[in-house]
């Protein structure tokens, strides 16, 4: 279970308390998202095609994918609100110093350190909001949380992209920059002073790394949740080329990404309180038919912006994936909360890198969708190899305990 806090918070303080959270994901979310929507400018300003301007978005993510653990581990003994400031003020450096960097090699390198702080971010913030929170209510405020990510795609990124646009691409990280300074007054103003579990260590923490359902889960949003990265981390030459979709229209569809993605969060989140496995299952699903739709509806502008909605609502497996974590990684929270963010960006890593080479294979802008299924269903093996296992387990003990 999730680490409680020390005294129970008011509404208003509880609320005080997730803005605050919030906001520090809405810096992140915008953060993450925006270059998808700049790629041809970046590509153009740096001198190199738009599927290697992509290399961009996987730097970022392999950045949170190694940060994650590593900063988990490192700070496991950390009281929660320091930690949060200290990442928090990595990432608003990281981003202030991209939008200074010279080239393609110092970009990528920039990218890869501001996104070291990402995952180790969200999941102390999963922590410190599942703790604020009566039990039954854990997803949603997890999903609160994340209604910070998911609300930066709705209205952060549509901002960032039209800076970009307007004046640039480096000031949509120089925007970035100044939503992160804004988190950490507010951090440091209204998030409790919660400690770590007694006799937290980097030893106790590792020791998630031992339970293969801890496994089972980060492989489920690795995999499962690459598809959606795979088509949207090419959505705006996609939107332009196939749709024919005009520049100035792009906003307003990254816009309805973001509507989709809120939708998906608050939904997913309520639906993962009532039956947690279930919702992990439908919405691997879910993901699958929207992807598969996406290589017929991107061909007009109407269908396409309806499908970019449909994509947002894929994250609804996060608040879900999130829960499944805290309650499979047994004393080891930080790293195991810390982890599912690791694999959500190791899915954009990889959803980015296989839409890229799709695409640069000649197979077409719409063939991201394809390679999305493809990853969808490779996903709900994962899980049914989870489920699977997992009953296996419990026989065994069953088995085990008869005999005595």
Request: a positive charge.
């Given at each position: 279970m999730a680490?409680?806090?020390?005294?129970?918070?008011?509404?208003?303080?509880?609320?005080?308390?997730?803005?605050?959270?919030?906001?520090?994901?809405?810096?992140?979310?915008?953060?993450?998202?925006?270059?998808?929507?700049?790629?041809?400018?970046?590509?153009?300003?740096?001198?190199?095609?738009?599927?290697?301007?992509?290399?961009?978005?996987?730097?970022?993510?392999?950045?949170?994918?190694?940060?994650?653990?590593?900063?988990?581990?490192?700070?496991?003994?950390?009281?929660?609100?320091?930690?949060?400031?200290?990442?928090?003020?990595?990432?608003?450096?990281?981003?202030?110093?991209?939008?200074?960097?010279?080239?393609?090699?110092?970009?990528?390198?920039?990218?890869?350190?501001?996104?070291?702080?990402?995952?180790?971010?969200?999941?102390?913030?999963?922590?410190?909001?599942?703790?604020?929170?009566?039990?039954?209510?854990?997803?949603?405020?997890?999903?609160?949380?994340?209604?910070?990510?998911?609300?930066?795609?709705?209205?952060?990124?549509?901002?960032?992209?039209?800076?970009?646009?307007?004046?640039?691409?480096?000031?949509?990280?120089?925007?970035?920059?100044?939503?992160?300074?804004?988190?950490?007054?507010l951090l440091n103003r209204d998030i409790p002073d919660i400690a770590p579990k007694a006799g937290a260590s980097p030893w106790r923490e590792l020791g998630a790394l031992k339970r293969k359902q801890v496994w089972f889960t980060l492989g489920i949003g690795a995999i499962g949740f690459g598809g959606m990265f795979s088509v949207f981390s090419y959505i705006k030459p996609t939107l332009i080329e196939v749709a024919g979709l005009p520049l100035a229209g792009v906003p307003f569809v990254l816009a309805l990404f973001g509507l989709g993605m809120v939708a998906g969060n608050l939904v997913g989140a309520r639906l993962a309180d009532k039956s947690l496995l279930r919702t992990i299952g439908g919405l691997l699903v879910w993901s699958a038919l929207v992807l598969a739709l996406f290589s017929f509806a991107a061909h007009h502008v109407v269908t396409a912006a309806i499908n970019v909605f449909l994509l947002g609502t894929i994250v609804a497996i996060a608040p879900a994936l999130q829960i499944r974590l805290m309650d499979v990684a047994g004393d080891a929270q930080t790293l195991a909360a810390a982890l599912n963010h690791s694999a959500f960006n190791m899915a954009n890593a990889l959803g980015a890198w296989l839409g890229g080479a799709a695409i640069s294979a000649g197979l077409g802008w719409t063939s991201t969708g394809w390679v999305g299924v493809l990853l969808a269903f490779a996903g709900m093996g994962v899980f049914a190899w989870s489920i699977t296992s997992a009953r296996a387990d419990t026989r065994m003990a069953l088995a085990r305990a008869m005999k005595r």
């Open positions: 680490e409680a806090a020390t005294t129970a918070p008011s509404n208003a303080n509880f609320g005080r308390a997730m803005l605050a959270l919030g906001v520090g994901g809405f810096a992140i979310g915008t953060g993450e998202f925006v270059i998808m929507g700049l790629l041809p400018e970046v590509a153009a300003d740096i001198g190199v095609s738009i599927p290697q301007a992509g290399h961009v978005i996987s730097a970022y993510a392999l950045g949170v994918v190694i940060g994650a653990p590593v900063l988990a581990v490192m700070a496991a003994g950390w009281h929660r609100r320091a930690l949060l400031i200290a990442l928090m003020a990595v990432f608003a450096a990281g981003n202030f110093a991209s939008a200074l960097a010279p080239g393609y090699l110092s970009l990528n390198l920039l990218r890869f350190a501001t996104g070291l702080p990402h995952g180790t971010y969200f999941g102390v913030a999963a922590l410190v909001a599942a703790a604020l929170a009566p039990p039954d209510r854990r997803a949603r405020a997890v999903g609160l949380v994340m209604l910070g990510l998911t609300g930066a795609t709705l209205i952060g990124v549509p901002i960032a992209a039209w800076l970009g646009q307007v004046f640039g691409w480096r000031a949509a990280f120089v925007f970035v920059g100044v939503i992160a300074l804004i988190a950490i007054v």
